[in-house]
């Protein structure tokens, strides 16, 4: 905590000043068929000008802080999913228009996932960070410099160019020629840049200590982001489906089950493609590392998954047999950030590095110690979920896991009371009766209360990270969001 309340407290103040100090700064609002900017100054002049949109899809607007004010200390914190709900409302209706392919198929079981409402957890978690830390880091203002030169081919028109493009990238073309001038085309057309000038901060006695409502805007490149990890984690869903033969996901058919495997798995595969497009417009290589890395992890966290349930079977290398309770709850653990909290903490940070915090800031390090301990508690209640709720409220079947050969949390802290809870997780449950057995030794165990009491420590932690960052709406969103996640029923 202390390593980075101390730096981070010097930082904020530097950078917050110069980012609310600069004469350019630019608010921009959207509705439904045009975006209007207006820099602070030619607000004052009374001066707005209004671009039409080329189509009601654009995603890569910047969109305005919600009005929400400050809540006093002591009142009610705002409901996160409130909070931002046009933003992610937005994002949930563009994200489809990244789907489109020239195979009719693919494009609807690529969107299939889409369509039934999801907690959006993830893009949420990204939209927060962003307005959390935005207008902190040293390199703010060159961010919103590039996300409003939308005329100079600055990064929202970038983004909003088609992710295929019929010459290049999304036929076979049997017409086209073998070396071709469209990239070069595609790429000169667009005008120069002009160079980036670094606003001067004011002389540091006349600097004033900004309004704690004066809340900075979501960039275009975060909205994106906030895209790209659903996207993501839709992908490793449909390839779950299909390893897991589930039958249904978000209360209907699952993909598998719709569609068949094969073509499940492919959609899953396009899903990352379009998503490896859209990142690379971000033009933020940390980023691209970041993600690349999530996708990384979560088969790691899937390997390792399948190591421990049927490693023997499938003659996986490395495969050791546990034999106290402490070493699986270690490798769970491990399994859950790697297949749950990776993508949280990791998107989370990349939102703090996309508006501009850079190296040696604290803010990266907050976004990603909040994201991998909330990830692992919202994981640790999911597995709790599992034992408690039914198919109406989750959506899925209950008591999955145990039909699956796993042992999450509450049948490996069972082990400790009732060993006769070792011969079921050794034999994955599979003799008949087992999973029954399994249910009642939890039940008669404090499994569930302990692996409840585990995620709220993690959602502490995740809740006293938050205390290095300046106080906001944002902020206090954040700090709601803990609590849900560790209360939530469904
Ligand atoms: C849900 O787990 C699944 C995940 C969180 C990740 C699965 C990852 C892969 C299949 C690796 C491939 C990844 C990509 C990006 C293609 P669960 O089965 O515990 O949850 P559930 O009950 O919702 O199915
Ligand atoms: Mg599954």
Redesign the pocket.
């Known amino acids: 905590m202390s390593r980075w309340s101390v730096a981070g407290a010097r930082v904020t103040r530097q950078s917050t000043l110069n980012a609310s100090s600069s004469s350019s700064v630019s608010r921009c609002a959207i509705t439904r068929t045009s975006i209007k900017c207006y820099s602070v100054a030619a607000a004052q002049k009374q001066s707005t000008k209004s671009h039409s949109l080329p189509s009601q899809s654009r995603v890569s607007t910047v969109i305005p802080p919600p009005t929400q004010t400050l809540q006093p200390s002591g009142s009610p914190r705002p409901d996160p999913y409130k909070f931002l709900s046009p933003q992610l409302a937005h994002l949930r209706e563009t994200l489809l228009n990244l789907l489109g392919s020239s195979h009719p198929s693919l494009t609807e079981i690529a969107r299939y996932y889409f369509l039934h409402p999801s907690k959006q957890l993830r893009p949420l978690l990204v939209l927060l960070f962003s307005q959390a830390t935005n207008g902190l880091g040293r390199g703010w203002q060159e961010k919103l410099w590039a996300a409003e030169c939308e005329g100079a081919g600055g990064r929202a028109e970038e983004l909003d160019r088609p992710l295929t493009r019929s010459d290049v990238l999304n036929d076979w073309n049997p017409s086209m020629p073998d070396y071709t001038s469209s990239f070069s085309s595609t790429f000169s057309m667009r005008p120069p840049r002009p160079p980036y000038v670094p606003p001067i901060p004011p002389p540091s006695e006349t600097r004033l200590e900004p309004a704690l409502t004066s809340t900075p805007m979501i960039l275009p490149t975060q909205l994106r982001l906030a895209q790209i990890v659903e996207m ?2 839709v ?7 299909v ?2 033969k ?1 039958p249904l ?1 978000r209360g209907a058919p699952s993909a598998p089950a719709a569609f068949g495997n094969k073509l499940t798995v492919l959609a ?2 396009f899903l ?1 493609g379009r998503t490896s497009a859209a990142l690379s417009r971000l033009g933020e290589s940390e980023v691209v590392e970041l993600i690349a890395s999530v ?1 990384a992890n ?2 790691e ?2 390997i390792l ?1 399948l190591k421990t349930v049927h490693g023997a079977d499938l003659g996986m290398t490395g495969v050791t047999k546990p034999t106290v309770a402490g070493d699986l709850l270690n490798i769970y653990i491990q399994k859950s950030y790697l ?2 909290a990776s993508l949280i903490a990791k998107g989370a940070r990349a939102a703090v590095v996309l508006g501009g915090c850079k190296e040696g800031e604290v803010w990266k390090e907050v976004a990603y110690a909040y994201g991998r301990n909330l990830g692992i508690a919202f994981q640790l209640v ?1 597995d709790i979920l ?1 034992y408690e709720a039914g198919e109406n409220t989750l959506g ?1 079947p209950g008591g ?2 145990l039909h ?1 050969g ?1 042992a999450t949390g509450p049948a490996l802290y069972a082990w400790e009371e009732h060993p006769e809870m070792g011969p079921l997780i050794e034999r994955k449950f599979k003799h008949d009766g087992d999973v029954e057995l399994a249910r009642d030794l939890v039940r008669r165990s404090a499994g569930v209360e302990r692996t409840r009491n585990l995620a709220l420590a993690y959602a502490g932690k995740a809740r006293e990270v938050l205390s290095a960052l300046p106080d906001s709406d944002a902020k206090s969103a954040l700090e709601g969001l803990t609590e849900r996640v560790v209360k939530r029923t469904s």
């Not at 992908?235 to 489906?241: G, I, R």
């Open positions: 993501i984690h992908a490793s869903l449909l390839h779950d489906d390893i897991d589930s996901r899953g595969d990352l996708i979560l088969v966290g899937e998954q297949k749950t999911d599992d899925k999955a896991d699956l796993l």
